[in-house]
């Protein structure tokens, strides 16, 4: 059963320190997204890559936040430093995403980070 | 904002009774979608609506969409409690660039 995997699960880290969320996308998907989920601002979307390619970042703060996708097998969003309003759930998604099909995408169950 | 956003934030009723939530956006679309989130878990695709298509069925969900008055909505028949969770509407976009953008989600409480 294909699905996408996030790791850690949970991530408790005092602030300053470095957090690095992985994401394995579904095999053959081209997309992946970046997501961060609060009880104030819903999921919003951090940045997305198309063919490995980063698409856009722009709901990403630029100055503490990363993400690459080093291969086709790996994503990653790292904050650096970290600080406690950083403290929420992020999500990986990814979807096989053309100009004229749906897009429907697939999460992973998330990174809950809490930084203190 | 080209979030959809849903209303209500927050619903609760009987098994048995049917859940229907609804969903407005802003700026044109290529294809709505409706997804479930379970406490502590993961968002899960239910239903596609594409912008040419006015219904959509899928077991006990009915998806409608109105693209002159950007709505949708979502209706559940003959709820079980199984069907707690949060809901969310995202709207799609066509172009090389496309990406879904979701809304804030609606809490669905349905009692035993």
């Known amino acids: 059963d294909a699905r996408v995997t996030q790791t850690p699960r949970h991530k408790v880290t005092e602030m300053g320190q470095e957090v690095t969320m992985r994401c394995q996308p579904i095999l053959g998907h081209n997309t992946v997204f970046w997501y961060r989920q609060t009880m104030m601002q819903g999921l919003e979307l951090l940045a997305y890559?198309?063919?490995?390619?980063?698409?856009?970042d722009s709901g990403m703060p630029k100055d503490r936040f990363s993400a690459e996708m080093p291969d086709a097998t790996l994503a990653t969003l790292k904050i650096q430093p970290s600080e406690p309003r950083d403290s929420a759930v992020y999500f990986c998604a990814s979807g096989l995403v053309s100009g004229l099909s749906g897009n429907t995408i697939y999460f992973g169950e998330g990174s809950w980070l809490t930084v203190v | 904002s080209q979030q959809g956003e849903e209303d209500p934030q927050a619903l609760s009723i009987q098994e048995g009774e049917n859940a229907t939530m609804n969903c407005s956006y802003k700026?044109?679309?290529?294809?709505l979608q409706w997804y479930r989130q379970n406490s502590g878990r993961g968002l899960v695709h239910l239903i596609l609506i594409r912008s040419n298509e006015r219904e959509k069925h899928s077991g006990r969900l009915r998806v409608t969409l109105d693209t002159s008055k950007k709505s949708s909505s979502l209706l559940i028949t003959a709820s079980r409690a199984a069907d707690t969770a949060s809901y969310f509407c995202a709207t799609g976009y066509t172009g090389a660039n496309s990406k879904l953008t979701f809304g804030k989600g609606i809490t669905l409480s349905v009692r035993p």
């Open positions: 700026t044109s679309i290529n294809n």
């Open positions: 890559f198309r063919n490995r390619a980063p698409l856009d």
